[in-house]
């Protein structure tokens, strides 16, 4: 199986590792004697000295990838027990909000192309938390939760709750909303 065909059926972890829990708070908040951008990388060049990472740091995306691989690692500990990806989250969570939506609607919404979906949809439905019901051009598929995938699917809620709280409290309830309102754009995108 590719990689690309792992990732979409949600089988791929993301490469970086950053450990969860309280003895991460300091890598996502800036404290005024270590600021973020003049805080070395752990690594140790050329005699010893830490590697800086200034220029990067500076940088909006390279920042936003640095979060979401500490939002994914935590997600993926989080959800381990219920063998559940973040892209297996977010299908069950579409197709509850959306009962009978399409297949085709489905990838359009989330951005997972033609192909990725059908794997990723028969992992779902063999692991009995999804059905494919014939919709009415015959041609399509309208998706539905089980009654164990929305069983799993409020376990996994509960837990990525578990997972926002912890965010609030590392970036502050007043910079979470501003975070939320920024980042918004990118939900709205297509």
């Not at 993926?76 to 297996?88: G, T, Y």
């Not at 409290?169 to 939900?187: P, T």
Request: glycine share 8%.
């Amino acid at each position: 199986m590719s990689d690309q065909k792992r990732r979409s059926a949600g089988a791929a972890t993301p490469r970086a590792r950053v450990k969860s829990g309280p003895q991460t708070r300091g890598a996502l908040e800036e404290r005024p004697q270590d600021s973020l951008k003049d805080r070395p990388a752990r690594a140790a060049g050329q005699g010893g000295q830490p590697v800086s990472i200034k220029s990067l740091t500076r940088l909006t995306g390279y920042l936003i990838r640095q979060a979401q691989l500490w939002v994914f690692n935590d997600f993926n500990q989080r959800l381990a027990p219920l063998d559940l990806r973040p892209v297996q989250y977010s299908v069950l969570s579409v197709t509850r909000e959306n009962p009978g939506l399409s297949q085709m609607a489905l990838s359009q919404v989330l951005g997972i192309g033609r192909s990725a979906i059908v794997p990723l949809l028969d992992v779902l439905e063999a692991r009995g938390l999804l059905e494919r019901t014939a919709a009415s051009d015959r041609r399509s598929h309208a998706l539905h939760l089980t009654a164990a995938g929305t069983a799993l699917l409020e376990r996994a809620d509960a837990l990525v709750m578990e997972q926002e709280q912890q965010l609030m409290e590392i970036v502050g309830r007043d910079s979470q909303q501003q975070l939320l309102s920024i980042l918004e754009v990118f939900g709205r995108r297509g």
